[in-house]
């Protein structure tokens, strides 16, 4: 039994039936059937900025349900912010490389000789190279387009950002149907 293959939004390949993210572009699927029941989804990532009412960088816990997606920061006292699902327009991934101010630690023959040792290919191995995603969730408020804007280091980071992302995809195909 072969299924229809579907095609990405964003980079306009062929991907398999079953696909939730490109293969090629890692973008959220959106043809893909909506599930029967929208599954609330929460994650605890880093506010980076794009809302008014949060000032500073601060760990926060996102809520998605149907009603939209709430941000709360994770301290005594704090505040909460619902983005209404009829004002989420998409969310993406960006990032997977080196963590900020790694990038250039030391000089290239240092890297390259680093490249080679035993130690060095045991941490590339087992992951243990911090990697910094983003998470972008594009809304309207009042009128305008905004971006808010999230991070996560290490791999665990990258599936928790994905599976908000899967979230935010399935929040927007709920609304446009």
Not at 6 to 29: D, F, K
Not at 85 to 97: E, F
Not at 118 to 138: A, C, D, F, V
């Amino acid at each position: 039994m072969s299924s229809a293959p579907v095609y990405c939004s964003e980079c306009e390949r062929v991907n398999g039936s079953a696909a939730t993210l490109c293969l090629w572009c890692g973008a959220p699927i959106v043809n893909a059937p909506i599930p029967p029941v929208f599954e609330a989804t929460q994650a605890e990532l880093d506010y980076v900025g794009g809302i008014e009412r949060l000032d500073d960088p601060t760990p926060v816990r996102l809520s998605i349900s149907e009603a939209g997606i709430e941000i709360v920061e994770i301290m005594p006292g704090s505040r909460k912010i619902l983005i209404p699902a009829s004002d989420v327009i998409d969310a993406r991934v960006t990032g997977g490389g080196p963590a900020p101010g790694k990038a250039n630690a030391s000089p290239w023959w240092v890297r390259l000789g680093q490249s080679f040792s035993r130690k060095s290919r045991r941490t590339q191995m087992s992951g243990e190279e911090s990697s910094n995603y983003t998470l972008t969730i594009r809304y309207q408020e009042g009128g305008e387009e905004r971006s808010a804007v999230f991070h996560r280091k290490g791999g665990a980071g990258l599936s928790m950002i994905r599976g908000v992302t899967r979230s935010v995809a399935s929040l927007v195909r709920l609304r446009v149907e």
